[in-house]
């Protein structure tokens, strides 16, 4: 690769990673191509990313970035898997495709400032993503209006059922 070609991936990859929420490293090693080009489907439907980088032009990529630390996992054979918009999706994709294919393995990721390892990935996957948390909030938050309503027609409806009741008992009689 001449100079003019590795300048052009450098600045492919710098622009890339700017707005990044989650970055996947993967080993993918002994992988036939057919396997590879489904794995890359599956990321791309999803709206990630696949690319096998040269380790070296990512580690110059990210020096004296917040992703430096990402440098660490750049040894041997290396996928580069990431999203800009959902930070679970290239975690859930990687995660899937390395229980399905054995010799595709996770060394780790980045996300928010942090290195990941196998362990976070698998965290990261497993987080609720944005649609998710804001359910939960919206729930949470109808939680004490309906909770308050609830009391408020508590008393009189408890009467309405004592005077039914009482009405029926005297009708019986």
């Known amino acids: 690769m001449d100079k003019a070609a590795k300048q052009e991936v450098l600045g492919e990859i710098k622009e890339a990673f700017a707005n990044v929420a989650s970055i996947v490293i993967a080993d993918y090693a002994g992988i036939t191509v ?3 080009t489904r794995m890359r489907d599956d990321f791309r439907k999803a709206g990630c990313h696949y690319r096998v980088l ?3 032009l990512v580690k110059i990529a990210v020096k004296g970035s917040k992703m430096e630390p990402l440098s660490a996992l750049m040894l041997g ?3 580069v898997i990431w999203s800009t918009e959902i930070p ?6 990687a995660l899937k495709w390395a229980k399905d294919e054995p010799k595709f ?10 290195l990941l390892d196998v ?4 965290a ?5 993503g944005k649609n998710e948390i804001r359910a939960s909030m919206l729930m949470t938050f109808l939680a004490a209006p309906q909770s308050f309503v609830a009391q408020l ?6 009467f309405v059922y004592l005077l039914d009741a009482q009405r029926r008992k005297m009708a019986g009689e």
């Open 119 to 122: 362990a976070g990935v698998d």
């Open 88 to 93: 679970q999706t290239p975690a859930q994709i």
């Open 54 to 56: 040269k380790n070296s």
């Open 105 to 114: 393995k996770i060394k780790g990721g980045y996300y928010e400032g942090q």
């Open 34 to 36: 057919p396997v590879v």
């Open 153 to 158: 027609v508590a008393g009189p409806q408890n």
């Open 124 to 128: 990261l996957a497993k987080m609720p």
């Open 77 to 79: 054979t290396t996928a």
